[in-house]
C-alpha cells in the first residue's frame, strides 16, 4: 500500500531558527494534512492542502502542496520552545481510500 | 464548544480482562476512528466506521471490537485475544467517510491503555 516517507526522525534547532520538513510518497495524493502531537496528548490539525501547489499560512507554520501530488512541506518560522513536539503527515489518496500516515519527527528546540 | 472526547485518559487491565474505550464527538461528523500508537511507529488503523450501525475492519483488527449504535459514540473494546494491548489509543472523526475523498481527520486526546 501507499507509504509516506518522513526524515530525520528526529530534529534539533535553536530557538529563532526556521525548520522545513518534508513528506514524500511514491504515489499521487488528493489531499495533504498536518499534524502536530505533544506528549500524552492527539494530534492537532496544523494546515489541510487540497490542491496541488497550494501554498496555505497558519501564523508562523507554512504549508506547501507539491505539484506532482507526490510531496508537501511544512516550514516553521522563527521557532519557539512550544513548537516541540511530533509532526505527522498525512495524505488522502483519493475516493474510497484510507488515510496515510507518516512516522512523524520529533522536533526538539533549544532555547 | 464541540470537539472529541475519549475517556478514561489513563486505562489500567489485568490480563484476560476486556476493557472498553469510550469516544464521543459532538461534531455531527459521519465517521469515525480507532487508532493504535505505538513509541516509534506510525498511526495504525483498528476499526472505522462511515455510517450509523456500520463498521469495517482497519489493518490491525485481531483482538478488538467496536459498536456503532449512535452517529456521536464509537467505543472499542480491547479484548483478551489482543496480544499486545499496551499503547495510546486514538479515537478520530471526519464530516465525511472515505467516499468524500478528502477525509480531514481530527483527533480526541487520547487514552493510554496499560496491561499489568
Known amino acids: 500500500g501507499q507509504q509516506l516517507n518522513q526524515s530525520p526522525q528526529s530534529m534539533f534547532i535553536q530557538e529563532g531558527e526556521d525548520v522545513s520538513m518534508n513528506c514524500t510518497s511514491s504515489?499521487?495524493?488528493?489531499?495533504w494534512l498536518w499534524y502536530k502531537q505533544d506528549p500524552g496528548e492527539g494530534p492537532v490539525l496544523l494546515i489541510a492542502?487540497?490542491?496541488?501547489?497550494e501554498l496555505t499560512s497558519n501564523g508562523r507554520l507554512t504549508a506547501q502542496f507539491g505539484i506532482t501530488r507526490k510531496d508537501s512541506f511544512l516550514n516553521i518560522s522563527a521557532s519557539i520552545p512550544s513548537d516541540v513536539g511530533i509532526y505527522f503527515c498525512?495524505?488522502?489518496?483519493?475516493?474510497?481510500?484510507?488515510?496515510?500516515f507518516g512516522k512523524g519527527i520529533t522536533l526538539s528546540v533549544r532555547p | 464548544d464541540g470537539g472529541i472526547t475519549q475517556s478514561p485518559k489513563y486505562l489500567f487491565r489485568k490480563e484476560g480482562q476486556n476493557v472498553t474505550l469510550s469516544c464521543e464527538q459532538n461534531?455531527?461528523?459521519?465517521?469515525m476512528y480507532w487508532y493504535r500508537q505505538d513509541p516509534g511507529q506510525g498511526l495504525r488503523l483498528i476499526y472505522y466506521?462511515?455510517?450509523?450501525?456500520?463498521?469495517q475492519k482497519g489493518d490491525i483488527a485481531e483482538g478488538y471490537s467496536v459498536s456503532r449504535e449512535k452517529k456521536e459514540s464509537f467505543p472499542l473494546t480491547v479484548t483478551s485475544a489482543q496480544k499486545n494491548p499496551t499503547a495510546f489509543y486514538l479515537c478520530?472523526?471526519?464530516?465525511?467517510?472515505?467516499?468524500?475523498?478528502?477525509?480531514?481527520?481530527?483527533f480526541g486526546p487520547g487514552t493510554r491503555l496499560t496491561v499489568l
Open positions: 478520530a472523526s471526519s464530516r465525511a467517510g472515505l467516499a468524500g475523498g478528502t477525509d480531514t481527520q481530527y
Open positions: 504515489s499521487i495524493f488528493n489531499t
Open positions: 492542502l487540497y490542491k496541488a501547489g
Open positions: 498525512a495524505g488522502h489518496p483519493g475516493a474510497n481510500s484510507k488515510l496515510t
Open positions: 461534531l455531527n461528523h459521519d465517521a
Open positions: 466506521s462511515q455510517i450509523v450501525n456500520d463498521f
